[in-house]
């Protein structure tokens, strides 16, 4: 019955890094729908075509600008899940917690896909 639920998540991996966007999809997609981006580009539309039920993204810091583009997410699409993976937070207290009011989880880079997918199966399992 769990694998079923799995099968129907819809994860969305944008990373401007597109062989590491495939890397993950590819360890992904065994247990679920996986698109992965380059880019934030028409991501609203992007969410609601593809029923995106995970959002997996990737950024290099945390400025005014994606805190304003998650909390426009989570505004939005009430019900999906947002994963950052980041690569330096700011060192700036309030950004990075707001932050962490907007996400589901943040993860560093580098990291073991392993934890990933852990966390990303934490939020079915109560479901």
């Known amino acids: 019955m769990a694998e079923e639920l799995n ?8 990373d401007p890094d597109e ?5 993950m999809q590819m360890f992904l997609e065994d247990t679920y729908s996986v698109d992965i981006r380059q880019s934030i580009d028409h991501l609203d539309y992007t969410i609601i075509l593809n029923k995106i039920d995970v959002i997996i993204m990737a950024i290099d810091s945390v400025n005014v600008n994606i805190l304003k583009l998650i909390e426009q997410l989570r505004k939005n699409h009430k019900k999906i899940k947002i994963i950052i993976m980041y690569t330096y937070i700011s060192s700036e207290k309030e950004i990075e917690q707001k932050l962490m009011k907007y996400t589901d989880d943040i993860i560093t880079k580098p990291f073991d896909v ?14």
């Not at 099968?7 to 944008?14: D, H, P, Q, S, T």
């Not at 062989?19 to 890397?23: I, K, S, T, Y």
């Open 19 to 23: 062989d590491f966007a495939r890397d």
């Open 114 to 127: 392993t934890v990933l997918k852990n966390k990303v199966d934490s939020f079915w399992v109560s479901a």
């Open 7 to 14: 099968k129907k998540v819809n994860i969305l991996v944008i």
